[in-house]
């Protein structure tokens, strides 16, 4: 259930409210209004009326709610009506008017409007015109002329939505913590259905500022970004010269009188402010050396695999750093990826966006590898090799959003877990799309068959407590391809596999053997080392204990779906 606050103003703003609620909507939506609760419970209704002229019934209700408005003359307040419409999900049962009465009752309440047993409290009306939803309006003049005590209200009918959801069976929401964007308004989404519009305009402009100061590496920069992206940008300059503020629109988003709705930063989001934004900039900026050249994929999906580190080992603030550094990341991949995969890496980013946000201040000290190496992609957006980059990458942001998933369980962040746990199966989608194809061509390429036994001994000695499930894995043509690949650049197939399974554990790899291939893709790549060091490898490779030689199974697709976190 969800209920949302909106207050208005000015001298007809009663009068306003009364009518679009008991009108028919602004797409003929509202369907038999009627009240079914009020303050005194005898308030005139204009929706079950028949034998009166509506408009009148309509300027009867609006003059009784604004009465104790009205006596305050110009003492009245800047706001003067409170609106608030409760909505059920879909799939929930139709309530009766006696259920909504209730649950109206309570929200009121809840809010400071009208407390129970308070008779002088503000002067309200609950109205229905749709099996889901009711609409709360309320002036905000109690009736002994005070303003009533609604401190942090959104808050606390939120508080109270939660308890009406469980005693009435209903959809149960996960409880937030302040920090998710402004939902748009159902005038934005009402525009946006008239227009053909899959999102509202807040939300094109919410996903083009994210993507703008994902790929910006300063403030001129970020608004230059935004520009070449077709959002109209109006910095907020004060008399000194000094930018303090902006606020961005959409070409054709227009208001009645042909003007341009602006929206600022602050209001697509609290992180999109231009303080906030500054600070995120500052805090990413270059490092003091220039980092060392290199596939910036492989660079990339390094910093993604040191993410479940991070948040285990690390404090609370370098984890919310590794949040947010892997949200950017994915604000800006849907731009560099095929055309088959585009869709669903939109809506991993889309959803994991709930997922970097909470009251936890940031540390991004560690997270400019990641940043950087993201932003190299963007601008030069050639896949590595046959689409290997974009598939080694995506398994490590699978691995990373599942971490994400447990760490925000652990501190409670109810919405930013179910955001992460959403992103995760978008990803998955894509990883498969892309990867599948990545392995079959690898596979292709596998060593014969007594390179692939050798190759099987040493993963049995690097890996013993693994070495079964990746010999048997459909991707160990592949994980041979790669190894025998890395042999042919120089490298010490033995050396390398140990360097793959030391770079970090593989216990919440998805998949041990796609894990190892893609580790060995990147170390083989590297410059091979020089025959005196591969020498000394050897040396110390041949004093581990030798196991009895393996015999490679047939790959055998697995019967279990791939999970988030393997445990």
Request: hydrophobic share 40%.
């Amino acid at each position: 259930m969800i209920p949302k606050i909106i207050l208005g103003k000015g001298p007809k703003a009663t009068r306003r409210t009364i009518g679009y609620l008991f009108g028919k909507g602004r797409a003929n939506e509202h369907i038999d209004p009627h009240l079914v609760a009020s303050w005194n419970d005898f308030a005139p209704d204009p929706g079950r009326s028949p034998h009166r002229d509506t408009k009148d019934v309509m300027d009867q209700l609006a003059a009784q709610l604004d009465q104790p408005v009205q006596m305050l003359g110009e003492k009245a307040p800047e706001f003067t009506v409170w609106h608030c419409p409760v909505r059920a999900a879909p799939e929930d049962p139709i309530l009766t008017d006696e259920q909504w009465a209730v649950i109206a009752r309570r929200i009121v309440a809840a809010a400071g409007i009208a407390p129970e047993g308070d008779k002088e409290a503000c002067r309200w009306v609950a109205v229905r015109h749709a099996d889901d939803h009711i609409h709360i309006a309320a002036t905000l003049v109690r009736q002994d002329g005070r303003r009533p005590q609604r401190d942090y209200d959104q808050r606390a009918v939120q508080s109270e939505a939660r308890k009406i959801e469980v005693d009435y069976g209903l959809r149960r929401l996960k409880p937030g913590d302040g920090t998710a964007a402004k939902r748009p308004t159902s005038k934005e989404h009402f525009k946006a259905k008239r227009q053909g519009q899959d999102a509202t305009a807040r939300e094109v402009l919410r996903l083009r500022v994210r993507r703008a100061v994902a790929a910006a590496s300063s403030e001129a920069e970020f608004f230059a970004l935004l520009e070449t992206t077709g959002v109209t940008v109006r910095p907020k300059t004060e008399p000194s010269g000094d930018v303090t503020g902006y606020s961005v629109a959409l070409p054709g988003d227009v208001n009645k009188r042909g003007e341009p709705i602006w929206y600022t930063g602050s209001t697509l989001a609290g992180d999109l402010s231009l303080p906030k934004i500054r600070q995120r900039l500052n805090d990413t900026g270059p490092e003091p050396v220039a980092a060392r050249p290199g596939d910036p994929w492989h660079q990339a999906t390094a910093a993604t695999e040191r993410i479940p580190h991070h948040l285990i080992h690390g404090d609370d603030h370098m984890a919310q750093g590794q949040l947010e550094a892997l949200g950017a990341a994915l604000d800006l991949l849907p731009l560099t990826a095929p055309a088959a995969v585009k869709t669903e890496l939109e809506r991993a980013a889309a959803v994991f966006e709930r997922a970097t946000r909470s009251r936890i201040t940031a540390d991004r000290n560690s997270t400019r590898v990641l940043r950087r190496s993201v932003q190299a992609i963007w601008r030069n957006p050639t896949p590595a090799g046959d689409g290997s980059g974009l598939a080694m990458l995506l398994d490590a942001a699978l691995t990373a959003a599942a971490f994400a998933m447990h760490w925000h369980r652990k501190h409670q962040h109810a919405q930013q877990e179910t955001a992460a746990q959403q992103a995760l199966v978008h990803l998955h989608t894509a990883y498969a799309q892309i990867a599948e194809p990545v392995l079959d061509n690898l596979a292709q390429r596998a060593p014969a068959l007594q390179t692939k036994q050798r190759y099987a001994r040493h993963i049995q000695q690097a890996a013993p407590e693994y070495a079964e499930r990746i010999l048997q894995d459909r991707a160990w043509d592949a994980l041979a391809a790669v190894l025998a690949e890395a042999e042919a650049m120089g490298h010490n197939a033995a050396t390398v596999l140990d360097q793959a399974v030391n770079q970090r554990t593989l216990d919440d790899a998805r998949n041990a053997a796609r894990a190892l291939t893609w580790r060995i893709q990147r170390l083989g790549q590297r410059h091979a080392p020089s025959p005196l060091a591969q020498a000394a490898n050897a040396r110390s490779t041949t004093h581990r204990p030798t196991a009895a030689p393996v015999q490679p199974t047939a790959a055998v697709p697995s019967s279990q779906p791939s999970r988030g976190r393997r445990r």
